[in-house]
T-cell receptor, first 113, second 115 residues
Framework: QQQVKQSPQSLIVQKGGISIINCAYE??????FPWYQQFPGKGPALLIA?????SEKKEGRFTISFNKSAKQFSLHIMDSQPGDSATYFC????????????FGQGTRLTINP | EAGVVQSPRYKIIEKKQPVAFWCNPI?????LYWYLQNLGQGPELLIR????????DSQLPKDRFSAERLKGVDSTLKIQPAELGDSAVYLC?????????????FGEGSRLTVL
């Protein structure tokens, strides 16, 4: 049972463009939605996270948009750079914690120079 | 401050052989996790420790996998015997635990290849 569904599996964007990755979830008890970034040969690292009491959170070029009624959230990367090329995972958990994080399947993002 | 340290980074073994992975979490992090990451997939939780107690091992295949966290610091994950399907990256992560927010700090992983 896949609790968090992520799309697309892979994405190619030109430098300076906007990268958009989407996730959908089923469990309405989820209340913490982080995005992790993983470079080849490295472990995932927290990029940005949101709680369902807000519809958007922005940190630099990275923005999470959250739609509670649709049970969807997305990551937007503005002015995408070659250094953003990585695999991105959405995740979700209950009680704002890391204890039961459920990850999506990942999106491999490539930014062409 | 040092991050989560894992070893070995790479391990190649024949099927039916045993293998062990070691993890040293970030100092002060009470919660330690072992995740399995198959190629092209997201991490999946195997086991979670709060200090030295395994509080969630529901996803750990206990017939061949075992883990321990002696003294509530370092942890070891063992597979015996290994099967072809165990080829994957084994990620260790730690967090502050308790009521803190959910940031996981991952190590670089141990990549296992079973031949």
């Amino acid at each position: 049972q896949q609790q968090v569904k992520q799309s697309p599996q892979s994405l190619i964007v030109q430098k300076g463009g906007i990268s958009i990755i989407n996730c959908a979830y089923e469990n309405t008890a989820f209340d913490y939605f982080p995005w992790y970034q993983q470079f080849p040969g490295k472990g995932p690292a927290l990029l940005i996270a949101i709680r369902p009491d807000v519809s958007e959170k922005k940190e630099g070029r990275f923005t999470i948009s959250f739609n509670k009624s649709a049970k969807q959230f997305s990551l937007h990367i503005m002015d995408s750079q070659p250094g953003d090329s990585a695999t991105y995972f959405c995740a979700a958990s209950i009680n704002w914690g890391a204890q039961k994080l459920v990850f999506g399947q990942g999106t491999r993002l490539t930014i062409n120079p | 401050e040092a991050g989560v340290v894992q070893s070995p980074r790479y391990k190649i073994i024949e099927k039916k052989q045993p293998v062990a992975f070691w993890c040293n979490p970030i100092s002060g992090h009470n919660t330690l996790y072992w995740y399995l990451q198959n190629l092209g997939q997201g991490p999946e939780l195997l086991i979670r420790y709060e200090n030295e107690e395994a509080v969630d091992d529901s996803q750990l295949p206990k017939d061949r996998f075992s883990a321990e966290r002696l003294k509530g610091v370092d942890s070891t994950l063992k597979i015996q015997p290994a099967e072809l399907g165990d080829s994957a990256v084994y990620l260790c992560a730690s967090s502050l635990g308790g009521g803190n927010t959910g940031e996981l700090f991952f190590g670089e992983g141990s990549r296992l290849t079973v031949l």
